[in-house]
């Protein structure tokens, strides 16, 4: 076994997202959690440009379309994703012009929050409920959501300091409620005029929480 290989083999199963691509920047090998955030198959090997365009489709992948692949020989960068989750990547060319690709999830890492009384747009109320559901201080966390003409301002007005307020793709309003467990959710729904309220589960994501509202 080479020193890449136990390297490999040490990390391919943990938190780290690893992958190497050829350098024509097609997919050559790739861990478990860099395939499942990308939705590949065990055994796909796209292009680069196929990936991004595959996930776009798919509603994954990042919001802004990523830069072109660079010939320096490291580079680190913050990406958005479109299911609220930001990654740290780091690139490095390889001699034989490969590209060794390591990310991690830093959705956790602390972030400013909005001002209270801030309405926020689809996507950056994805990241904020994604850095919610990353935070332990902010469990339990619940959602509530309510109607498309229900009144923005009003709304605002009556919520805690502590929550979010967010506008879904489909123009309903939704309220983060963290620290909140269904008992206290219930009655601050029935104060907002919630049309329902969800718990939200520990490790999932803010697509997958979304998914269920």
């Known amino acids: 076994m080479t020193e890449d290989d136990l390297w490999w083999q ?17 997919l050559l090998r790739a861990n ?29 992948g990042p919001v802004e379309p990523p830069e072109r692949r660079r010939r320096l020989a490291q580079r680190g960068y913050e990406q958005v994703w479109r299911d609220g989750r930001r990654f740290w990547w780091v690139e490095q060319r390889l001699p034989d ?19 209270t009384g ?5 996507q950056a109320g994805c990241e904020l409920l994604q850095t919610l559901l990353a935070d332990p201080g902010a469990w339990p966390l619940c959602i509530a959501t309510l109607a498309v003409e229900t009144d923005a301002a009003a709304l605002l007005a009556r919520i805690r300091g502590e929550d979010g307020c967010m506008r879904l793709a489909d123009g309903r309003l939704l309220v983060m409620l963290p620290a909140t467990g269904p008992a206290q959710a219930q009655a601050l729904g029935e104060r907002l005029g919630a049309q329902a309220l969800t718990e939200a589960v520990w490790g999932e994501t803010a697509a997958a929480l979304l998914a269920r509202v």
Request: hydrophobic share 50%; aromatic share 6%.
């Open 118 to 122: 801030q309405l926020l747009p689809t």
């Open 97 to 115: 012009g490969g590209l060794a690709l390591t990310g991690v999830d830093i959705s956790a890492l602390a972030r400013p929050r909005p001002a």
């Open 10 to 26: 040490t990390l391919t199963e943990g938190p780290l997202l690893l992958a190497l691509f050829d350098g024509r920047d097609r």
């Open 32 to 60: 478990a959690a860099y395939r499942q955030a990308w939705r590949l198959a065990d055994d796909a090997a796209p292009a680069w440009a196929q990936m991004i365009e595959a996930a776009r489709l798919a509603g994954t």
